[in-house]
C-alpha cells in the first residue's frame, strides 16, 4: 500500500497536488476499465479504495483543482452517463441448446408433433456455425441505418450505434430493402486480429484480453467510437427483427437475400433434410472448427419453411422452431487447493474448488463449481455412485470441464496421484457465515442455512439479486454498492433502499463524503431508485428471490395474474397441495408443483411476507402487458376438446396463448369459449349447460385469424 499513498496531504501544495492529480486519474481511469469493460481487475479493491480516497482528498483540500468529469463524481467507475437504452421492436430470443445425436432427433420430433407432421414426411432444415461472439440487432429504415443495439435482457439493449458504424462488415446504407428492416447477427473478432490486438496491448502495458469473444465485447461496448474504430471487429448476418415486408419464404433464401443487401454471412450455411444430414454437418464443421479463423461453440438448425417457424412459434425464451447442438467441453488437469462455501440467496451452500489456475480452451479457469456434498463424495441425489464412487479431496489432481459460458464444473480426480495425506472432505453442517445450522431436507441435494434473513450471506445475495438486470436493475446500484451499503448498515432489505434518501435526509451529504461517491453520482442514485418505484409485475415477481422462480416463471406468473393485487391476494389464499387457488396456479403452463410450492410457501412465511409487504408499501406495479393483440380471443378463457383436425393440441394451445387468450383444460362459468372437434363429450354438453359458446375448429381458425 505505501507505493500508493504518496505525500501527506497535509503536507501537500497546490502545485504538488496539481501535478500529481492527471496521474492518479488515470490509474483510477485505467483500474475502472479493466475491471468494468474487460471484467479483468488489475489491482486489489483496497488499492483502488485507497486511490481514490486520496483523489477524494485532495480534491477536499484544493476544491478549484476537481473537475466536473473526475472518476469521484462517477458510480462504479461507470461513467453515469453510459450507453442509452433501446426497446427491442421484437424480441430478442436465446437458443435451447442440445448436447448429443439423440437430442437432435428429438427435436425433430417435437417439431413434427407440434405441427402434426409424419414421421417420415418432408421437413428440412438449415445448419450453420454458432458463432462466439455477441449478437447485435441493427435497424434500418428507408435502407438507412437507425441504430444498432446489443441484445441486453432481450427487450432493452444497450444503444451502440456509433460504434456498429464503425464495423466495415454493416453497411450504412441498404438498396432495394424493406421499408423497415432489422437485421441480426453476431459481432466477433478473428484469431488474427484478436492475437494483434493483444500483442498491441502488451507493448504498451495493457493488459491481454482473455479471449476473442471478451476482445469483441469490450471493443463493441466502448464508450468511445475512436476506440472502437481502431479494433477490428467483424459481423456476421443470420436473423432478422421487425421487418415491414418478408424476406423470402424460407430461411435458406432469407439469408441469400441478406447477402444481396450486402451482409456477409456464413458459408458454412447449409439444407439439411433431417437428422442424419444435420449431425453429418455438425461433425463437418467440427472438424474444420480449428481453421476457420474466429471461434464457434456448436451448429444452430432452424426449420428452413418460414411460414412453419410462425406456426411453430417461441417458448418463453426459445424458439420452438430452432436449436443449437453445442460443441462437447473442454478439459484440462490441475490441483485443488481448497474448497470455498458459497452461500446463495435462498441459503444454499455451495461448494466452489479453488483450483491451480490452468487454461481451459482458451479461458483461464481458478474456481469451479462442485455442486453438492453429494457430489463430492461421489455419488448421485438418489445416492449411486457417480466417477465410480470417487470422492473429491482437497490436493487431488481434478480434471476441470468448460462447456461454452456455464460455470466450469470438476468432473473427475486421479486417484494415482492423490497426495498420502488427503482427508475426505467433510461438508460443513453450519453455515460459514452464520453460524446458524445448515439442514438437509429430505429429498433436496442442497445442505442450507436456517438463518433466514439474519444470515448476512443469504440479505447480501437477495440483495444483489434484487438490483440485478432482469430485477429492478437500478443505475449506480450493483453487487459492489449493495455490499457496501449492507456493510455500513443503510440497506438491510430490499424496501430499505426506497428510504434511503429521506433516511439519510442530509443522506446526500453523508453519501457525498464517502469516499467514491460524489454530488452527482449521489443525486443520481437517488434519482434512479425513485425512478424504480414505478415497476412492471414480473420484474418485482423475479425480484423477489423465490426459489425455483426464474426470469420466465416470473413472467409466465405475471401474464397470467395480471396484476400485483390479484397476484398476492391468490398467493395468500391458497393453500398447497388443495383449493381454487392452488388448481389455478398449476393450470400455467411451465408452472410444477415444486415451483408453485416455493411460491406460497414464501408468502405464508411471516418474516417473508413482512419484508415483502413492506417493498410493495413503497412502489407502484405495473400491471402485465398481455400480449399485444388486437385479436378477438385476446383475454377469452378457451377449452379445446374432441379431436382437432387441421393442428396439433399443442399448436392450437400455444396459437391461442400467442393471441392473448387462456387455454383451460376443463369447463367451467369462467369459460368463455369451447372448441369442440369430433369426438367431443362431456366438456361441449357441459358448454352448453352453461351457456357457453361452442365453435367447431374452421370457426376458430377464422376467429384465431387463419391457420
Ligand atoms: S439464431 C431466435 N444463429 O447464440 C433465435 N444465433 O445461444 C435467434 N448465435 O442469442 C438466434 N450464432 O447471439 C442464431 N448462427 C446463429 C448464431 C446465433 C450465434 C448466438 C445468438 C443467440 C445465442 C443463443
Known amino acids: 500500500m505505501s507505493e500508493l499513498s504518496g505525500t501527506d496531504i497535509d503536507a501537500l501544495s497546490e502545485a504538488e497536488a496539481r501535478a500529481e492529480l492527471p496521474g492518479l486519474i488515470a490509474r483510477i481511469e485505467a483500474a475502472n476499465t479493466a475491471y468494468h469493460t474487460h471484467d479483468a481487475p488489475e489491482i486489489s479493491d483496497a488499492d483502488y479504495d485507497a486511490l481514490k480516497q486520496r483523489l477524494a482528498a485532495i480534491e477536499a483540500k484544493f476544491p478549484s483543482l476537481k473537475s466536473e468529469s473526475s472518476p469521484t463524481e462517477q458510480i462504479g467507475g461507470q461513467l453515469a452517463e453510459g450507453f442509452g437504452k433501446i426497446t427491442h421492436a421484437v424480441r430478442m430470443m436465446s437458443l435451447a441448446n442440445a448436447f448429443s445425436d439423440e437430442d437432435i432427433s428429438e427435436f425433430d420430433e417435437s417439431v413434427r408433433n407440434f405441427l402434426g407432421l409424419k414421421a417420415d414426411g418432408p421437413l428440412t432444415y438449415t445448419a450453420e456455425p454458432k458463432i462466439d461472439g455477441l449478437s447485435l440487432s441493427i435497424r434500418y429504415e428507408n435502407g438507412r441505418l437507425i441504430?444498432?443495439?446489443?441484445?441486453?435482457?432481450?427487450?432493452?439493449?444497450?444503444?451502440?450505434?456509433?460504434?456498429?458504424?464503425?464495423?466495415?462488415?454493416?453497411?450504412?446504407?441498404?438498396?432495394?430493402?424493406?421499408?423497415?428492416?432489422?437485421?441480426?447477427?453476431?459481432?466477433?473478432?478473428?484469431?488474427?486480429?484478436?492475437?494483434?490486438?493483444?500483442?498491441?496491448?502488451?507493448?504498451?502495458?495493457?493488459?491481454?484480453?482473455?479471449?476473442?469473444?471478451?476482445?469483441?465485447?469490450?471493443?463493441?461496448?466502448?464508450?468511445?467510437?475512436?476506440?472502437?474504430?481502431?479494433?477490428?471487429?467483424?459481423?456476421?448476418?443470420?436473423?432478422?427483427?421487425?421487418?415491414?415486408?418478408?424476406l423470402a419464404d424460407t430461411q435458406i433464401d432469407a439469408i441469400a437475400r441478406l447477402e444481396t443487401l450486402g451482409f456477409k454471412t456464413n458459408p458454412l450455411t447449409r439444407l439439411c433434410d433431417g437428422p442424419g444430414e444435420m449431425i453429418a454437418h455438425?461433425?463437418?464443421?467440427?472438424?474444420?472448427?480449428?481453421?476457420?479463423?474466429?471461434?464457434?461453440?456448436?451448429?444452430?438448425y432452424k426449420v428452413n419453411d418460414l411460414a412453419l417457424q410462425r406456426r411453430l412459434g417461441y417458448r418463453s425464451t426459445t424458439p420452438r422452431w430452432a436449436i443449437a447442438h453445442k460443441f462437447p467441453a473442454e478439459l484440462a488437469w490441475t490441483q485443488l487447493e481448497g474448497i470455498d462455501i458459497q452461500v446463495g440467496r435462498t441459503g444454499a451452500l455451495s461448494p466452489v474448488a479453488r483450483l491451480t489456475p490452468v487454461t481451459v480452451g482458451g479461458v483461464v479457469v481458478s474456481n469451479a463449481t462442485l455442486h453438492n456434498e453429494d457430489y463430492i463424495a461421489g455419488r448421485d441425489s438418489r445416492g449411486e455412485a457417480i466417477r465410480g464412487g470417487k470422492d473429491i479431496r482437497v490436493g487431488d489432481w481434478a480434471q476441470v470441464y468448460r462447456a461454452g459460458d456455464v460455470i466450469p464444473k470438476v468432473a473427475d480426480v486421479d486417484l494415482a496421484r492423490r497426495p498420502a495425506d488427503a482427508k475426505p472432505y467433510e461438508f460443513p453442517t453450519h453455515c460459514p457465515r452464520c453460524g446458524s445450522e445448515a439442514i438437509r431436507e429430505e429429498g433436496d441435494a442442497v445442505r442450507r442455512c436456517t438463518g433466514g434473513l439474519i444470515c448476512p450471506a443469504q440479505a447480501v445475495e437477495k440483495l444483489k439479486h434484487f438490483v440485478s438486470r432482469a430485477a429492478f436493475d437500478i443505475e449506480g446500484l450493483g453487487a459492489k454498492q449493495v455490499e457496501q451499503f449492507y456493510a455500513d448498515g443503510w440497506i438491510q432489505e430490499p424496501a430499505d433502499i426506497f428510504t434511503l434518501e429521506e433516511r439519510f435526509g442530509q443522506g446526500l451529504q453523508q453519501l457525498k463524503n464517502r469516499e467514491g461517491w460524489g454530488e452527482k453520482s449521489a443525486r443520481n442514485l437517488f434519482d434512479a431508485i425513485a425512478e424504480r418505484r414505478t415497476i412492471a409485475l414480473h420484474r418485482l415477481i423475479f425480484a423477489l428471490g423465490i426459489r425455483h422462480v426464474g426470469e420466465s416463471s416470473a413472467g409466465l406468473l405475471a401474464t397470467h395474474y395480471g396484476t400485483w393485487e390479484n397476484f398476492e391476494a391468490a398467493m395468500t389464499r391458497a393453500e398447497i397441495g388443495q383449493g381454487p387457488d392452488w388448481e389455478e396456479l398449476l393450470s400455467i403452463d411451465g408452472v410444477g408443483e415444486t415451483l408453485a410450492t416455493s411460491v406460497v410457501t414464501t408468502f405464508h412465511q411471516e418474516a417473508e411476507r413482512a419484508s415483502i409487504d413492506r417493498l410493495t408499501a413503497y412502489l407502484t406495479v405495473e400491471a402485465a402487458e398481455k400480449p399485444k393483440s388486437d385479436s378477438p380471443v385476446s383475454g377469452l378463457t378457451v377449452v379445446f376438446t374432441g379431436t382437432l383436425e387441421k393442428m396439433t393440441?399443442?399448436?392450437?394451445?400455444?396459437?391461442?396463448?400467442?393471441?392473448?387468450?387462456?387455454?383451460?383444460?376443463?369447463?367451467?362459468?369462467?369459460?368463455?369459449?369451447?372448441?369442440?372437434?369430433p369426438g367431443a363429450g362431456s366438456k361441449a354438453k357441459k358448454a352448453a349447460e352453461l351457456n357457453i359458446r361452442v365453435i367447431d375448429e374452421d370457426e376458430w381458425i377464422d376467429l384465431a385469424g387463419g391457420a
Do not use: C
Not at 500483442?199 to 469490450?218: I, Q, S
Not at 463437418?284 to 456448436?298: Q, S, V
Open 282 to 300: 455438425y461433425r463437418d464443421i467440427e472438424a474444420r472448427r480449428a481453421t476457420l479463423g474466429y471461434d464457434i461453440d456448436g451448429v444452430v
Open 147 to 246: 441504430h444498432a443495439a446489443t441484445r441486453g435482457d432481450g427487450e432493452v439493449g444497450e444503444n451502440v450505434t456509433e460504434n456498429a458504424r464503425t464495423i466495415s462488415d454493416i453497411p450504412q446504407t441498404l438498396d432495394n430493402a424493406p421499408e423497415i428492416i432489422e437485421i441480426r447477427g453476431e459481432v466477433y473478432m478473428s484469431h488474427a486480429d484478436f492475437e494483434a490486438l493483444n500483442a498491441r496491448a502488451e507493448k504498451a502495458g495493457d493488459k491481454r484480453f482473455a479471449n476473442p469473444r471478451n476482445a469483441a465485447a469490450g471493443s463493441l461496448r466502448q464508450l468511445d467510437p475512436k476506440v472502437t474504430a481502431a479494433r477490428p471487429l467483424k459481423f456476421f448476418a443470420y436473423a432478422w427483427g421487425e421487418h415491414s415486408e418478408p
Open 649 to 677: 393440441r399443442a399448436e392450437a394451445k400455444a396459437r391461442a396463448e400467442a393471441l392473448g387468450a387462456k387455454v383451460s383444460g376443463s369447463v367451467s362459468a369462467k369459460t368463455d369459449l369451447v372448441v369442440a372437434g
